[in-house]
């Protein structure tokens, strides 16, 4: 068991920030933390990294307690916070030296599990990290995380604010990371991102909603969903939501995932009302649930 | 220690890195010396001054030309009746105005005794001071002059002189001050500036989440300021021996050794200012009200601590400056040794003593 | 304003210096429609649009915004159209209503109409209970709801949104684009930037730009079909890595 969470609650003044977290990630294992800003994962993170010290439960990251042996964790994992947090007026190929030095290794040593990321910045080694595009920042980032070949590696939304090219890369790498044995865990706000974890925990307002692999949990969506679309959006939303059966209402780019709160729901009965409502157009269609709807559906 | 040296490596990239930093780092002790040195002085020289001379004699010509003479005044204008004082005082240009009573060397042969009224614009009282000060030298050098022909028994001239700065030039109780001010602001607001802004910027996290002791932080993050701050001593002391010809009487070593003393003192007080503020701005807010402000007011710097009322005098005591400054008066101005100011190096060392230790423990290991 | 458009950008450029940073753009968007303006880190969306609100000279080419030209009438833009950005929104530490009152101050509304306005956006948003607390104590998705409808106070024309949803929970970001659908339906028009491709879905048409030009322009739909793809952010991923 690469971490082991047991119970953490944290509270800030009158803000409980986590309240009884639980969960295990194996060796090995890419996890994800899925949630909105201000859901606790960068508290979380913190307590994890031996940042903060949670109010309640215990924690152990490689096999270490988070509070009495945090000397050794700080010598074994890779933290890399949300903020882009390398030293902006010093070069790509400084930041990295000075990372390597203060956690006592060299570019050198461990230049094979850096080395895929490396080359894509290296033509850039003599420039400023403040003059880098957000992509980059990224990529660099994750190589001052990795110098001194962490066992663990916490990446606090490490994509946000980041264009999708860039994203798609990024996870491209953290696979790549993962098969060279380090336990990976990541948090970040974008629901389409869960489904390259293994598995992910769902979180919001500091409660944990479901633990498990992305299939499980969209397979667990309790109800039929359908999309419907119309010739006009803003009057389909506002039609479905004042139907009487309806069970969850939430546009999904040119569709509204819908679903019904009878058992025997008949999608004619829905055309027939819609198009009393004057639309035209009408489309629905059964379609599968997302870790999106499901998340809604948990959170509601 | 590789890991100490990389650190302290980073440091010296972030100031050079920083022009404008590393402008003011420099450019600040030159300019506040030269400033001090030069434009805000204490003397007086060429004040206009008017005359209302009601006698006109013999005896006045040879005063009016005797201050005129000076260096210290000039003659603005002569005007002829004492409604005219407010006039020339109104229109701010004259500083004084010597009213001399009429029959001015009869009386003065036949009575031993004749007035001359200074009246002064107190608008700016210290200026006012000096100049009635100035004409009094003069008439008293007057006097004498005329006494050696007129011989007159039993008049006494109080005689004064000034030690250790016998030319009363004010650059040498300035350099004290302002060397004081400069290790204070650079050591302890770019301390704490340089802490905070990793807190800003995050990287604190990462430094926090890494092997690296809070001790080997700390010490590579002042260790740069100590060197930077040896610079600016050794640049203030430089100017003031070659440009301003002020001597320094006592031992370079013993100095050195003080500053570098009061350094410490001071980077102590920039960590602990920076484990009490959150940001950039909070740090220089806090540097500049809580400790540039003492330094000039209370440390006897520029008002004299002993014509201070009695709380602010106690106050004064807990100022590091305070000793500091006597501490360097001593060596630089009187060419004191160690065994005159042992009491006050000791209470320096108390004091930084203390303020290191509240500031590893103030430290944190974690964060909020 | 002829044929209904309220944005209409011809062969818009912008250099600094020797770099293009927007390259010949030509668009135009309509009264009423969601346009979405995606592009990469770096693409020139911020530039453009800083130059379609008014606050950035274009080096050449012609736009005309709510009515207005960019070059000779950039204040009157100003006027006409609404701005929320996720960097820059409210001030944490004036109360909901007094960010209201602020707002409505600097554009122009007369204190009668402010406090009409304010009682109805207090009322439509359920900030109610929350109207004299400070902004900063307020959850994000409601400082973002509350963001907006501040940023329409004036009833612009147009609004522009800068990557208005980030981080912000799936049922607020849904309540959020029903408020946009809402205005775009009484007739303003909604201009977004975002790099966020579920964001591009709810758009009425998107355009992509790579490197300073505009490589695709259509609805969310054709676009999928033209790429063969299900999904925005693989039209993106293809476009953008040519």
């Known amino acids: ?300 | 220690m590789k890991r100490f040296i990389g650190f302290i490596k980073k440091e010296f990239y972030h100031i050079f890195r920083d022009r404008r930093s590393l402008f003011i780092l420099f450019g600040m002790p030159i300019a506040q010396i030269m400033l001090f040195g030069f434009a805000i002085t204490n003397e007086i020289n060429n004040v206009d001054i008017a005359i209302l001379d009601h006698s006109k004699d013999v005896t006045t010509e040879e005063i009016i030309n005797k201050i005129s003479a000076s260096k210290y005044f000039s003659i603005n204008q002569f005007i002829e009746k004492e409604s005219d004082i407010e006039t020339v005082f109104k229109k701010g240009k004259v500083k004084a105005v010597l009213n001399i009573e009429k029959d001015f060397s009869k009386n003065l042969i036949k009575e031993h005794k004749a007035t001359i009224q200074i009246i002064t614009d107190a608008t700016d009282p210290n200026t006012a001071n000096t100049i009635s000060n100035y004409v009094n030298a003069i008439l008293i050098q007057y006097q004498k002059e005329l006494n050696k022909e007129i011989t007159i028994t039993y008049q006494t001239v109080p005689q004064t002189r000034m030690v250790y700065n016998p030319a009363l030039k004010s650059v040498y109780m300035f350099v004290p001050g302002v060397m004081t001010i400069i290790l204070m602001l650079v050591s302890a607001m770019m301390t704490s500036i340089s802490i905070t802004r990793e807190k800003e910027l995050g990287t604190m996290e990462i430094l926090l989440v890494s092997p690296l002791k809070p001790f080997q932080v700390i010490v590579g993050k002042v260790f740069p300021y100590i060197f930077l701050s040896i610079i600016n001593a050794v640049v203030i002391v430089l100017l003031s021996i070659f440009i301003f010809k002020m001597p320094v009487q006592g031992s370079l070593f013993l100095l050195a050794l003080e500053s570098i003393l009061f350094i410490i003192s001071a980077l102590a007080l920039g960590i602990l200012i920076s484990t009490i503020s959150a940001t950039q701005q909070t740090a220089m807010m806090i540097s500049l009200m809580g400790l540039m402000l003492p330094v000039i007011l209370l440390s006897g710097f520029i008002f004299p601590i002993s014509s201070m009322p009695l709380p602010l005098q106690i106050i004064s005591n807990i100022i590091p400056a305070k000793w500091f400054i006597i501490i360097i008066k001593g060596i630089m101005l009187k060419g004191v040794g160690i065994q005159f100011i042992w009491k006050e190096t000791l209470i320096l060392v108390a004091m930084t003593i203390f303020f290191i230790g509240l500031s590893v423990k103030k430290y944190k290991i974690r964060l909020e | 304003m002829k044929n209904n458009n309220v944005i209409q950008v011809e062969g818009l450029t912008k250099m600094f210096g020797d770099f293009t940073a927007v390259n010949a753009i030509t668009f135009e968007v309509k009264k009423g429609e969601i346009f979405g303006f995606l592009g990469a880190n770096g693409a020139g969306k911020t530039t453009a649009m800083k130059m379609l609100i008014g606050i950035s000279n274009p080096t050449s080419g012609k736009a005309n915004v709510a009515g207005f030209d960019v070059f000779t009438h950039a204040e009157d833009i100003k006027k006409s159209i609404g701005y929320m950005s996720q960097k820059f929104a409210l001030y944490d530490d004036l109360t909901v209503k007094e960010n209201i009152t602020f707002f409505g101050g600097i554009y122009g509304l007369s204190r009668k109409r402010i406090k009409e306005k304010s009682a109805i956006l207090i009322e439509e948003l359920g900030l109610e209970k929350v109207a004299n607390k400070l902004v900063g104590a307020l959850p994000l998705g409601w400082k973002q709801k509350l963001s907006f409808s501040v940023s329409m106070i004036h009833d612009p024309k147009i609004v522009f949104l800068d990557e208005p949803t980030g981080g912000v929970d799936p049922i607020t970001r849904r309540q959020f684009w029903e408020m946009i659908y809402k205005a775009a339906n009484q007739g303003t028009t909604v201009f977004v930037t975002t790099h966020y491709m579920d964001e591009a879905e709810y758009c009425d048409r998107v355009s992509i730009m790579v490197n300073g030009k505009i490589e695709a322009l259509d609805t969310p739909k054709q676009l999928k079909a033209k790429f063969e793809v299900d999904n925005m952010n693989d039209v993106f991923l293809k476009l953008a890595r040519g």
């Open chain 1, 1 to 300: 068991m690469s971490i082991h969470i047991s119970n953490i609650s944290k509270s800030y003044k009158n803000v409980k920030a986590l309240q009884d977290i639980s969960f295990d990630v194996k060796a090995g294992e890419l996890f994800g933390l899925i949630g909105p800003d201000g859901a606790g994962k960068t508290t979380l993170f913190r307590i994890l990294t031996t940042l903060l010290i949670a109010n309640e439960g215990t924690a152990t990251v490689a096999g270490f307690n988070v509070v009495s042996d945090y000397k050794n964790i700080r010598n074994s994992v890779g933290y890399m916070p949300g903020k882009f947090s390398l030293y902006q007026d010093l070069t790509v190929e400084e930041n990295l030296e000075f990372f390597a030095t203060i956690f006592g290794t060299t570019i050198e040593e461990n230049y094979e599990l850096i080395k895929d990321i490396y080359v894509q910045i290296e033509p850039f080694k003599a420039r400023r990290a403040g003059k880098l595009s957000g992509g980059m920042k990224q990529k660099l980032a994750l190589c001052c995380a990795l110098i001194h070949k962490p066992k663990v590696l916490f990446l606090d939304e490490p994509t946000t604010g980041v264009d999708p090219v860039s994203r798609k890369e990024f996870w491209d790498m953290l696979k790549r990371l993962q098969q060279k044995n380090i336990t990976i865990l990541v948090s970040t706000p974008y629901m389409d991102e869960a489904a390259l974890c293994d598995r992910i925990a769902l979180i919001q307002d500091g409660k944990i909603l479901e633990i498990d692999t992305p299939e499980a949990i969209v397979k667990h969506y309790p109800k039929p969903i359908y999309n419907v679309s119309a010739n006009n959006m803003y009057q389909l939303i506002n039609s479905l939501n004042a139907y009487k059966h309806n069970h969850s209402v939430y546009p999904f780019g040119e569709f509204v995932h819908y679903t019904d709160n009878r058992t025997d729901f008949n999608p004619e009965d829905l055309k027939v009302y819609l198009e009393s409502k004057n639309l035209s157009n009408i489309n629905i269609d059964k379609t599968v649930a997302t870790i999106e709807d499901t998340f809604m559906e948990l959170a509601k």
